[in-house]
Each structure stands twice: as structure tokens, then as C-alpha cells.
């Protein structure tokens, strides 16, 4: 943080190395014993940026650097136990950062006076603590998130000087006592129940006269009729949020909504088991899957994130104070050999987690692979095969057979505390561990088994009447992925490294959300000597140790190049010049007319310009030679957020540019 907002003088006692910020009484930090629990740098004139890693303060639960001049995006990670942030009145660029919606503790949050922009995203839904909420004279857009009606202790907030539009319903049954909505694009009614507060709404288009009783069944709030005294101050007449009008659009809303939905319901969505191995013709084409709205597509991507528990450090003790997730060990430890209940035992004394992963025998796992036929054999890797494994009561889970030559001796001690390891990651787009099986020198890992397979067998495998890869869908793969990603690098503690991102470790569940496969199995990949992944790996990685976090961004770079074209990263059948997907696809990104020629054909024209832009310039971030230059896996999440969001939002640019205005989502 020192290094990043350029070392200021004014930081008195500060180092960039090294010290003691407690025992050192450093400038604007306060502690509880050796535990920094308040940091407070407002007023100084700072400058620069705020840095990364904040997420590892732990402990404070103040946080201001109120009044200086410092610039950028807010970082995506913020103490994550803070109860007061304060960053106002600086020059902070970007969105409000989504890892606030995990911050269950915070009450104040103050961003005022800054630069920020575009929507708010849905991260208000675990806030029942938050009490003042301050976003005025920035830049933000949009309707107010619905998540707003979780804010169950919000006294105070402030939204002035903004581009906020649509109606502020979503307030009214809020305990506040402060509101200045002033100087947005707010339309509607006022709605009565905020009427004995403090209340500023001028400077907007609120609706004039009375407004008309709520729909049938509608939740009744009594109407109030405007005082528009025209003054551009302070209206506190009555007006009423819900009208007959609205209520006919929200009864034809929910018509179409159903009437979409069960068009794009049926099993046919889905590729069954049968339909992978017989290669049947799959439907519906890209034109027919376009039912789905994009934004009821992937709210679920960027509303509150299903299960992102704070990935656990290795435990310390328990793993000979090993500072990363690769296992090291006593010498003790190498020369012993373990049976599997001594096995069993080393595994749960290392878990720090509630999910215990079942031991399953050799014996049942042979019956079910059928001795690990041919036939069931689903792919093959750099450190091992996966077979596909079935049971009698229908269960169906992929075995992952590690290669034994990568144990080097210590097999079950290590192989114990890869599980354990393992066992605790945990994400949405995860291919969750389930199980694993360490006997007779075999040693495997079982995970869950996904029916669709690899985003490589969809963009690669098919023929193009049975790919469901709508635009949509691929922006939502891509989102999905991304936030994997951003889970291994900033959420865990330490970082980890993925080091083998390709479109087969992506794997597609029935509705198509993706899973990152082989999370937590970098130490592998450190020890093979051969290309980690032809046509991903990034220019620096001339060997695996020279992997590093921005690797891994450029890989899922090439990923992106994969859904935006439909080719492999590499390709001897395509004209010389055209084999290397990122050589031969870089120097078009930023070119439009190049950009409608290099785009996948499957997708028969069927997306939205502006999208398949933004797109691509996130795709050319990511694929940049000099690693320092990419950018870090939040800003990438992010990146793909506002696509969706501006998407959404311009829906009727977008679809201007296109031929066919019927068949977009967005």
C-alpha cells in the first residue's frame, strides 16, 4: 500500500519493507495488540493508488482515506471485516467493487465525491448491518438494485449528483431518515411512506399529478400527489409509487417471461449422455436458444456469488509451515509409508473444512470404470487420465488417475495433502472434489461429472447443428470462468496459480454454466517438462517455474479468443499465417470490419456488435506480451460485468446495428 501510493513523506514511520506498524506507531494506524484495526490516512494529500491485497487486513475495522487525491479503480478487495469505510472525495475511477457484497459487517460505506461510473450492480443483498450509505457526485447510472430492499438498518443515504433513472420504489420500506435522491434522471411516483423524513428529490422527472391506485394484489402504499414547486429544492408532497399502468406491463411482463421460459425448457436444452456418444444432431440451433434475456441469464453470475467462502490456508502446522499450497515435507515424512486408514487419518487432521471428501475403494472404482476400459476413457492429460465412472444406482462421477511417476516415493503422505488441499476450494464455477482413492500405489481424485462435457468439445468437436453456443451463452462461459479465476488469484490466501487454463478444463453443466477443472493442481504442472498447454501458455513461460498469476490471465485470454472465434489456439490445417490464433487474431481486435470476419461462424451473425467489441478489447488486455501489462483477474471480472451491464443498457444501439433485431437477447 506504502509502494503504491508512492511513498509520502507524510507517512511518517512508515516502511516499504520490514517493520513493526503497532510497536512503530506508524502515521494513522491504530492497533489491538499486535493487530491493525484502524487505519485512518485522511487529509493528507496522498496520492496514487490504493494498491492490492487489502483483503488480508483482516482485522481493521476502520478504514478512511478520505480527502486526498488518490486515482484508479477501487481495488476489487477491501478489508473484508471492515465496519466504517470511508474513501470520499478523491479520483477514484471504475465501478463500487462487487467484494463489498461480501462484507457482512460493514455500516458505513462512503464513496461520495469521486468519479465512479456505470451501474450498480445486485451486492446489497448481505448489508442488513449497513446504516449510512453515501454514492453522491459521482457518475453512476441505471435503475437502483433491488438488492437496496435487504438494506434493513439503512438510516442514511445519499445518491445525489448522479445518472441514476427509473423509480426509487425500491426505498420505500427502508428505516430512513435522510434521503437526497437530487439531481438524476429519477422518474415516477414519490412514494408516500418517504414523506415524514428528510427528504431532496429535486432535479429529476417525477411524474406529475395523482398517480393511480396499485394493481390487484399488489402490495398497497398509499398515494401521495407532488408538490413540484418547481424550485428544484426539496419536495415533500404526496405522490404514489404504483399505477394501473405499471401493473398491465408487469402482468405482461410475467406472461412473456413464462411463455419464454417454457420454450427454452425442455430437456433438448441439454445433451444427453447417449446423444455425446452417438453424435446425434442437437437442437436448438444458435438462432433458437435466443428466449433466454441475457440479463436473467447471468444475474445469478453477478449477484451475490452462491458459496464464495474464504478459501483456507493450508494449515500451517499441519503442512511443516509450508508457505504455499504445493506440498513440502520432514524428512520424516518422506521415508514413511501409510496404509489407507493412516491415510485416511493424515487427510481429516488436515482438513479445515465441513465438506469431507469420501473415500471410495479401488475395488468399487474398478467395477464402475469397468478396469478403467477404453471405452469409458474421457480424456487424457499431462499428469494423468480421467475415466468416466458409473454406478447401478445411476451415479456418475469422473476419476482423475494420476500418472504415479509424479509422487516421486512419498505417495500417500503427499497425495493426502493434495486432497486436503483441495478439499478447500470452493466456488460456483468449480469443478467441486467429491471423493478421492489412495491404495495399492494408485492414487485418483473423484469429481463430479458433467453430462456436456468441455467447452473445447462444443467450439471444437461439433459440427454446427449441434452447438447451443448462442452469444449469450459464450459471454456467460467467459463470465463464469473469469470469476474462477479471480477466486484462485485474489480471494485465496496465499494466491494460486491454475497454470493449465484451456477450453477442456472448462466444463459445461446442463445449463451450460461452466466449471474450472484441475483447481489446486498446479504442484503437478511445476514438475512436468512438457508444454503445459499448447497454444495457452504465455510468451515468459519458456519453462513452469516461470509461471506466474499474469500467466494464467493470458491463457484465459486465449479461452475468450476461442468463444469469440470458434478456433483452436492452434491450428496446422489453417493457412500459415493463421495457425497461431493469438498471432494471427491480435492485430484485428481493434479493427471492426476485421472483427465481423474473424468471428465464429456458428453464430450465424446473431450477436450484438457493440458487445462482440467490448469483448475483443478485453480479449487483446489479456493476450499481451508484457505480463505487467495485463491486468488482474478482478479487473477482468469487472470488465465483463460492464459488458453485460452496458449491453443491457444500450439494447436498442446495439440492436440498430444489426440486420435482424428479432433475434438478439440484448
Not at 486526498?68 to 469505510?85: H, R, T
Not at 433513472?165 to 411516483?189: H, R
Amino acid at each position: 500500500m506504502y509502494s503504491s501510493l508512492k511513498s509520502p513523506s507524510q507517512l511518517t514511520r512508515w516502511k516499504s519493507s520490514g517493520g513493526d506498524p503497532c510497536g512503530d506507531s506508524w502515521e494513522g494506524i491504530k492497533c489491538s495488540g499486535s493487530s491493525v484495526t484502524e487505519i485512518n490516512l485522511s487529509g493528507l494529500g496522498l496520492t496514487g493508488s490504493m494498491g492490492y491485497q487489502l483483503s488480508s487486513l483482516t482485522s481493521v475495522t476502520r478504514f478512511d482515506l478520505s480527502s486526498n487525491n488518490l486515482k484508479g479503480d477501487i481495488p476489487y478487495q477491501l478489508p473484508p471485516n471492515a465496519v466504517n469505510i470511508d474513501l470520499s472525495q478523491n479520483d477514484f475511477t471504475g465501478g463500487v467493487p462487487y467484494s463489498i457484497s461480501q462484507m457482512t459487517d460493514l455500516q458505513y460505506l462512503k464513496l461520495g465525491h469521486n468519479q465512479l461510473k456505470n451501474q450498480l450492480s445486485d451486492m446489497f443483498g448481505k448489508l442488513s448491518k449497513l446504516k449510512e450509505l453515501d454514492l453522491s457526485y459521482n457518475s453512476l447510472s441505471g435503475n437502483l438494485p433491488q438488492s437496496f430492499k435487504s438494506l434493513s438498518s439503512l438510516k442514511k443515504l445519499n445518491l445525489e449528483n448522479n445518472q441514476f433513472s427509473g423509480p426509487i420504489n425500491v426505498l420505500v420500506d427502508l428505516p430512513l431518515t435522510d434521503l437526497n435522491v437530487e439531481n438524476n434522471q429519477f422518474t415516477g411516483w414519490i412514494p408516500k411512506e418517504l414523506e415524514n423524513i428528510n427528504l431532496e428529490t429535486g432535479g429529476n422527472s417525477w411524474s406529475s399529478g395523482a398517480a393511480p391506485p396499485p394493481p390487484p394484489g399488489a402490495k398497497h402504499h398509499a398515494n401521495r400527489h407532488p408538490t413540484n414547486n418547481g424550485d428544484g429544492k426539496s419536495v415533500k408532497g404526496g405522490v404514489a409509487i404504483a399505477g394501473i399502468a405499471m401493473g398491465v406491463l408487469v402482468v405482461i411482463g410475467v406472461i412473456i417471461t413464462l411463455f419464454s421460459r417454457r420454450k427454452s425448457s425442455p430437456s433438448s436444452n441439454f445433451l444427453d449422455e447417449e446423444m455425446i456418444s452417438q453424435r446425434r444432431s442437437f437442437s436448438p440451433l444458435a438462432s433458437q436458444e435466443l428466449s433466454q434475456d441475457l440479463r436473467a441469464d447471468i444475474t445469478k453470475g453477478f449477484k451475490e456469488l452462491k458459496s464464495l467462502d474464504r478459501c483456507a490456508s493450508v494449515d500451517i502446522k499441519s503442512l511443516q509451515k509450508s508457505p504455499s499450497i504445493g506440498p513440502k515435507h520432514s524428512p520424516y515424512d518422506l521415508k514413511r509409508s501409510y496404509d489407507e486408514n493412516e491415510f485416511a487419518n493424515r487427510l481429516n487432521a488436515r482438513r479445515s473444512t465441513s465438506l469431507r471428501a469420501t473415500s471410495y475403494s479401488l475395488p468399487d472404482l474398478q467395477l464402475a470404470t469397468v478396469n478403467f476400459a477404453t471405452g469409458r476413457l474421457l480424456g487424457e492429460g499431462s499428469i494423468g487420465r480421467v475415466y468416466r465412472a458409473k454406478y447401478a444406482d445411476g451415479k456418475v462421477l469422473a476419476v482423475k488417475k494420476i500418472d504415479s511417476s509424479l509422487f516421486q516415493g512419498a505417495r500417500s503422505a503427499e497425495f493426502a495433502e493434495i486432497v486436503s488441499n483441495i478439499s478447500k476450494l470452493h466456488h460456483p464455477n468449480f469443478a467441486e472434489l467429491v471423493g478421492y482413492c489412495s491404495e495399492q500405489g494408485h492414487n485418483m481424485l473423484i469429481y463430479e461429472y458433467f453430462r456436456n462435457g468441455s467447452l473445447h468439445e462444443f467450439l471444437h468437436m461439433s459440427d454446427d447443428y449441434s452447438k447451443p453456443l448462442t452469444w449469450n451463452t459464450r459471454v456467460r462461459i467467459a463470465l463464469g470462468t473469469a470469476r474462477a479465476v479471480e477466486y484462485l488469484h485474489e480471494v485465496c490466501s496465499p494466491s494460486l496459480l491454475h497454470k493449465n487454463i484451456k477450453s477442456s478444463n472448462i466444463l459445461l453443466d446442463t445449463e451450460l454454466n461452466p466449471h474450472l477443472s484441475d483447481c489446486g493442481l498446479a504442484t503437478f504442472h511445476q514438475r512436468t517438462s512438457q508444454n503445459l498447454g499448447v497454444g495457452y501458455n504465455a510468451p515468459e513461460c519458456t519453462k513452469p517455474s516461470a509461471y506466474t498469476l499474469k500467466s494464467d490471465v493470458y491463457s484465459f485470454g486465449v479461452v475468450m479468443l476461442e468463444l469469440l472465434t470458434g478456433r483452436m489456439p492452434l491450428d496446422s490445417s489453417k493457412p500459415r499465417p493463421e495457425q497461431c490464433l493469438v498471432r494471427w487474431a491480435t492485430p484485428q481486435l481493434h479493427d471492426i470490419d476485421a472483427l465481423g470476419k474473424m468471428v465464429d461462424p456458428a453464430l450465424r451473425g446473431l450477436y450484438p456488435p457493440k458487445s462482440l467489441s467490448r469483448f475483443a478489447d478485453i480479449i487483446a488486455l489479456c493476450v499481451q506480451s508484457e505480463p505487467e501489462f495485463r491486468p488482474p483477474m478482478s479487473e477482468v471480472v469487472q470488465a465483463l460485468v460492464r459488458l453485460v451491464q452496458r449491453s443491457s443498457i444500450n439494447m436498442r444501439d446495439d440492436l440498430g446495428d444489426s440486420r435482424r433485431m428479432d433475434d438478439y437477447d440484448y
